[in-house]
């Protein structure tokens, strides 16, 4: 079993494979979650702002729609719609398969970040607003110098597990035929017709990957704390 397993391994080069679909399962996530941060954070901004201005409310319902949509589905789901389906109909056709999973997988991350950031901003205490506006600053200034930076630091244990669970999504990437960590076992599997090995190897890689990402998470939690008592 064992045998069998390092043959394919080491001797006729699989690591090769499983070594790409770790730089795809890790370029995946962190972009996707980049993605998502930026997206979340607009989505999170219009949703919170306050006016009677039409155009406001028709992006206030774009937004609530396509977080209920991209929270509502699987992110597999979404995955297969939009490569077998809409870019296809929108004559783009079959795309490449990785950049079709960084698009799904950012914007399903920014569905989940867009309320994780309206939860940070609400926690900024409102007189931080008042005080940045009392100080002359314009609105802009004000978030993006004060409530933004705040508002980040709160909720940087929540955008590490958002990652952490990203890791673990990606593993769906292997449907439309991306080479991540999962299709590289798999194919080890399928070359020497036994899945143990390759299968508890694969959840081992995924769970070395999870163990040093929230390591980084807390890591970067310890330093900001220390900054705080200063």
Same mark, same amino acid.
């Given at each position: 079993?064992?045998?069998?397993?390092?043959?394919? %391994?080491?001797?006729?080069?699989?690591?090769?494979?499983?070594?790409?679909?770790?730089?795809?399962?890790?370029?995946?996530?962190?972009?996707?979650?980049?993605?998502?941060?930026?997206?979340?954070?607009?989505?999170?901004?219009?949703?919170?702002?306050?006016?009677?201005?039409?155009?406001?409310?028709?992006?206030?319902?774009? +937004?609530?729609?396509?977080?209920?949509?991209?929270?509502?589905?699987?992110?597999?789901?979404?995955?297969?719609?939009?490569?077998?389906?809409? %870019?296809?109909?929108?004559?783009? +056709?079959?795309?490449?398969? @990785?950049?079709?999973?960084?698009?799904?997988?950012?914007?399903? @991350?920014?569905?989940?970040?867009?309320?994780?950031?309206? +939860?940070?901003?609400?926690?900024?205490?409102?007189?931080?607003?008042?005080?940045?506006?009392?100080?002359?600053?314009?609105?802009?200034?004000?978030?993006?110098?004060?409530?933004?930076?705040?508002?980040?630091?709160?909720?940087?244990?929540?955008?590490?597990?958002?990652?952490?669970?990203?890791?673990?999504?990606? @593993?769906?990437?292997?449907?439309?035929?991306?080479?991540?960590?999962?299709?590289? %076992?798999?194919?080890?599997?399928?070359?020497?017709?036994?899945?143990?090995?390759?299968?508890?190897?694969?959840?081992?890689?995924?769970?070395?990957?999870?163990?040093?990402?929230?390591?980084?998470?807390?890591?970067?939690?310890?330093?900001?704390?220390?900054?705080?008592?200063?």
């Amino acid at each position: 079993m064992w045998d069998k397993f390092i043959h394919y %391994f080491i001797d006729l080069g699989a690591y090769k494979d499983v070594l790409s679909g770790i730089a795809v399962t890790l370029v995946t996530a962190i972009c996707a979650l980049l993605i998502g941060i930026v997206l979340g954070t607009i989505v999170a901004f219009v949703q919170l702002a306050n006016g009677k201005n039409p155009v406001l409310k028709f992006f206030q319902y774009l +937004g609530k729609l396509y977080v209920t949509v991209f929270r509502g589905t699987p992110v597999v789901v979404q995955l297969l719609y939009v490569y077998f389906i809409i %870019f296809p109909a929108i004559g783009l +056709g079959l795309m490449n398969a @990785s950049v079709v999973g960084l698009i799904v997988f950012g914007l399903n @991350s920014g569905a989940y970040v867009s309320e994780i950031m309206r +939860g940070g901003i609400l926690s900024v205490d409102k007189g931080q607003t008042e005080a940045g506006r009392a100080l002359g600053l314009p609105l802009r200034a004000t978030m993006l110098h004060v409530v933004i930076p705040q508002a980040v630091k709160n909720v940087i244990p929540t955008l590490g597990n958002e990652f952490i669970s990203l890791l673990k999504e990606t @593993s769906v990437l292997s449907f439309i035929g991306v080479v991540d960590l999962t299709k590289a %076992f798999t194919d080890i599997g399928k070359s020497t017709y036994e899945y143990t090995v390759p299968y508890t190897m694969l959840a081992l890689a995924y769970l070395a990957l999870v163990l040093i990402a929230g390591w980084i998470v807390k890591k970067i939690e310890g330093r900001m704390r220390k900054g705080d008592k200063r």
